[in-house]
């Protein structure tokens, strides 16, 4: 574990848990995430998988210089740390929100062939409904500027209602889980976020499935209500091998929901052909 250095010399920061020589498991956060929301998973798998962490840029213990942030730019950055850690091939890597958008951007430039599986957590293969597409979370172009313009007010007011999306309708966080996940969000920069969230947003990774042939898990939180279910159906409709869980909480429903999501998530590691 440790630093390491992107192609452009930004300094990046991983953590890793569990013998090496065990099948590599990597986790990917959304937007403003931290490491630390994958400790429930950390705790279940490092016993027989090589967990692997990672703190892309503007995040956690990440350089933050305000420089390439875009999904494609983080997308080779995924590669580096790839080599970095030694992982060689047969790759599991587990991503939400913005981590899905890296890992698909990954698949697009590098392909599948180190990748053993992937699992794709609240995400989908474009934000706008423009263009005939019909599975996205904003749309149109004027609800995504009024999305940027909420954020552009202040990181500490976006966050509330960011931490609420993540937490779900029925409160699915104790007190405790709720404060956690609000003080990791708080602790990130505005300009740094919103240049995320604008790569984010625009990207369209609708050709991406197509080239996919490795085992495919996605997975939504059903506190996220029936809109959330249609686009994680659609998702899993693109890929040609694929399955679909859901769990309780919201787009944190692997943290929230993490005994269920670990089961399912195990069952999906050591499934045959899948």
């Known amino acids: 574990m440790g630093y ?18 065990n099948p590599p498991l990597v986790f990917l956060y959304d937007l403003g995430g931290k490491r630390r929301f994958f400790d429930r998973q950390v705790k279940e798998f490092a016993g027989d998988h090589y967990v692997i962490r990672w703190d892309y840029r503007a995040h956690g213990s ?26 060689g091939n047969n790759i599991c890597v587990a991503a939400s929100g913005l981590g899905a958008g890296i890992l698909l951007a990954y ?8 990748l053993s599986r992937i699992v794709l957590m609240d995400e989908t293969l474009k934000y706008l409904n423009i263009d005939g597409w019909t599975n996205g979370t904003m749309k ?26 993540m ?22 920069r505005n300009m740094r976020m919103m240049a995320l969230m604008v ?12 080239s996919v042939k490795v085992p495919v898990l996605v997975t939504y939180g059903r506190d996220g209500g029936e809109t959330r279910a249609d686009i994680a159906k659609a998702m899993a409709e693109q890929f040609a091998n694929s399955s679909l869980a859901d769990f309780k909480g919201g787009t944190m429903h692997y943290y929230l929901d993490a005994e269920n999501f670990n089961k399912r998530l195990r069952t999906f590691l050591s499934e045959e052909g899948v």
């Open 107 to 114: 698949i697009r430039a590098y392909g599948d062939s180190r």
């Open 140 to 165: 149109d172009e004027l609800e995504a500027v009024y999305y940027m313009r909420e954020m552009s007010f202040g990181w500490e007011k976006f966050v509330p209602g960011l931490v609420e999306q």
């Open 4 to 21: 390491y250095s992107t192609n452009d010399d930004y300094k990046l920061y991983y953590d890793t848990h569990g013998d090496r020589s």
């Open 199 to 210: 790569g984010h947003l625009v990207q369209d990774l609708r050709d991406v499935p197509a």
């Open 167 to 188: 937490i779900g309708s029925e409160n699915a966080a104790s007190d405790e889980e709720r404060k956690m996940i609000s003080d990791a969000m708080l602790d990130n």
């Open 62 to 87: 990440a350089d933050a210089d305000f420089r390439q942030l875009n999904p494609e730019q983080l997308a080779e950055d995924l590669s580096v740390l790839f080599d970095d850690a030694g992982l």
